[in-house]
Structures are given as structure tokens and as C-alpha cells.
């Protein structure tokens, strides 16, 4: 079995550089999806609300018989339940669905600027209860920008432990990266293979061939080298096992510089901007 880093955070705790996303995969398929992952050796899951399969993935965890604490559980605050009391009620929602009595991690999944009154450091503030009351370990933020993320720092104590952000060659989201590195924030890339778009991409496909991995290999490779913590998402059992393999190979600087110039900025961005996002589930 490949070893998986652990990567150090501002609260001392650690989080496995590698796990399985289960954003767009149905409930009905996620049980599956997920006991395959935890078998190959994936030790860490991530999963929100608004996902809709938090009760299948913790199923997952009971149904592999490994002991809770060997798997590392994150979860995220829906967009609807930023209310700090709508916030509570979600946490325990949470918690609930997937039968835990603690998450390793949990995250408001994204600022919502324009919704709130643009409060998300109430927010905030109800995530620290959590973390204060034992019920999570660290606390982080998703599709935070720098200015929301300097707002927490002038009006809040705890600096997030994390920041979820989309980020992967076409879009380097590069002053976002450069804020959470600066302040102790770990960077966790969503969409790390934009959604199996770079899969095709002449770049990667060169490298692939060149080393004898798959392009999907050569993109995650990238990441792991460039220290952000990454969760591909699969529901194809070999794909599942391939994106773990990522420990045995190393990349030349050259290969590394090579996909850096694949940076497309906005136009690379596949999903929403943060800075307008607005979507409240119904
Ligand atoms: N915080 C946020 O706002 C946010 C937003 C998006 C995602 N995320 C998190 O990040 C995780 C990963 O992002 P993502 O699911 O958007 O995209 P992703 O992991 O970049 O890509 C998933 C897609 O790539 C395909 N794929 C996976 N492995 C492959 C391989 N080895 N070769 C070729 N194709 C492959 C998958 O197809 P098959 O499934 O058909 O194999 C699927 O269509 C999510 O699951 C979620 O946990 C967070």
C-alpha cells in the first residue's frame, strides 16, 4: 500500500494529503464508491451537506470495520444554514447522518458575500463552538478569496485550519494559494483533475507516456509536489485505485514547470465565482 503524507496544520492536528471526494456521486452509489476507496487504502473522505450522501459515507466507514479514528471525515456547512442557530442545527444534522459523534474537519463551504448581509464571520464564530465543544477537531473555510479571508483575520481569533478552493493546472487561483501559505492555512484543491478535463490535455498526456503513468496520475503527482491536499472524486473502481498511486514517482522540475504553464486564469475556472455565488438549496 502507498504511504500518504500527513500535512501538519495551524492547530495541530494533521490531515492525509490524499483522500476520495464524493461531491456528484448519487446516494445509492456512494456506499459502494466509498468502501472500494477504503479499501485500496484511502483513509480520508470529503463530503458536505449539499452533497446528500453524508448517511451513505458514514455507512461506508461502519460497513470496512476500520476504527473510526482511522479515517478522516470532512464535512461542510450547507449554504442554507449560515443563521448561527440554522448553523447548529446543521452541525448536528451532520453528525447524525453520518451516525459520528466527531468530524475530523468542518468547513462553511462557501462566503456567500451577497447573501447574510454578508455575515459569514457569525458564522464563523459558531464553527469555534464546535471546535471549542469537542464535536470537531479543526475548522476551515471553502471558496474563501483574500478579502474574506482578511475579514475573519481583523475580527476573529482562530485563523482557519484549511481553505477549500477550486484550484488544478488550467486555474491556479494563485493569489488565493499564496494568502493561505502566507497565514498558515493549508490549501486543499478541489476539482484537482478539473473534472477529468485535463485528462486529454497534449501536456499531461506527453509526461504520461514519457513516465508510464496515466495523465490523471501526472496532474495528482503535481499537486502532491506542490503540498496541496487533494480528494479526486471516481465512481470507476480501477480509476479509484489509480488515484491512489501517486507515491512511488516523482516528477522532474522540468514536467512540473511544463504543466504550471497550463494556467489559464478565470478562463480556466470551471466552477462558480465565490465573490457572487448564491445558490441556497430549496
Ligand atoms: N468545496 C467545494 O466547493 C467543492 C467543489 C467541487 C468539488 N469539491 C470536492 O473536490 C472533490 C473532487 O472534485 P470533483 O469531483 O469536482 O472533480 P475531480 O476529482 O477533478 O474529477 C472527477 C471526474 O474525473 C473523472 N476521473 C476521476 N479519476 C479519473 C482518472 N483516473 N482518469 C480519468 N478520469 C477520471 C471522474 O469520472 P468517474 O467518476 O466516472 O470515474 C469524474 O468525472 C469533490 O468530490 C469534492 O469532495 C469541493
Redesign the pocket.
Known amino acids: 500500500m502507498s504511504a500518504v503524507p500527513s500535512i501538519d496544520l495551524n492547530d495541530g492536528q494533521s490531515i492525509p494529503q490524499l483522500g476520495f471526494?464524493?461531491?456528484?456521486i448519487p446516494p445509492e452509489e456512494t456506499t459502494d464508491a466509498v468502501r472500494t476507496a477504503l479499501e485500496v487504502g484511502y483513509r480520508h473522505i470529503?463530503t458536505a451537506e449539499m452533497y446528500g450522501n453524508e448517511r451513505e459515507v458514514g455507512d461506508a466507514v461502519r460497513d470496512s470495520g476500520l476504527d473510526r479514528a482511522d479515517v478522516y471525515i470532512t464535512s461542510?456547512l450547507s449554504n442554507g444554514a449560515h443563521a448561527p442557530d440554522d448553523a447548529r442545527s446543521a452541525f448536528e444534522g451532520t453528525l447524525a447522518a453520518l451516525s459520528f459523534d466527531y468530524l475530523d474537519l468542518f468547513l462553511i463551504?462557501?462566503p456567500l458575500p451577497t447573501l447574510y448581509d454578508g455575515d459569514f464571520v457569525s458564522t464563523w464564530r459558531v464553527l469555534e463552538e464546535f471546535r471549542g465543544d469537542g464535536r470537531v477537531r479543526s475548522i476551515g473555510v471553502?471558496?474563501f478569496q483574500v478579502e474574506h479571508l482578511e475579514r475573519l483575520a481583523a475580527e476573529t481569533d482562530v485563523v482557519p485550519a484549511v481553505n477549500?478552493i477550486e484550484l488544478h493546472p488550467q486555474f491556479l487561483n494563485a493569489e488565493v494559494r499564496a494568502y493561505d501559505e502566507a497565514h498558515g492555512i493549508a490549501t486543499q484543491a478541489?476539482?484537482?483533475?478539473?473534472?477529468?478535463r485535463l485528462?486529454d490535455d497534449p501536456v499531461i498526456t506527453a509526461i504520461a507516456e514519457r513516465i508510464g503513468r496515466?495523465p490523471?496520475q501526472v496532474v495528482l503527482r503535481w499537486h502532491i509536489e506542490k503540498g496541496n491536499i487533494v480528494?479526486?472524486?471516481?465512481?470507476?473502481p480501477a480509476?479509484i485505485r489509480?488515484?491512489f498511486e501517486l507515491f512511488d514517482f516523482e516528477l522532474e522540475p522540468g514536467d512540473l514547470m511544463q504543466i504550471d504553464a497550463l494556467e489559464q486564469g478565470e478562463a480556466g475556472r470551471i466552477?462558480p465565482y465565490p465573490d457572487t455565488f448564491a445558490f441556497v438549496p430549496g
Open positions: 471526494g464524493v461531491f456528484q470529503d461542510k463551504h462557501w471553502s471558496n477549500q478541489w476539482s484537482p483533475i478539473a473534472q477529468g485528462v496515466s490523471a480528494f479526486p472524486k471516481s465512481t470507476t480509476r489509480e488515484n466552477g
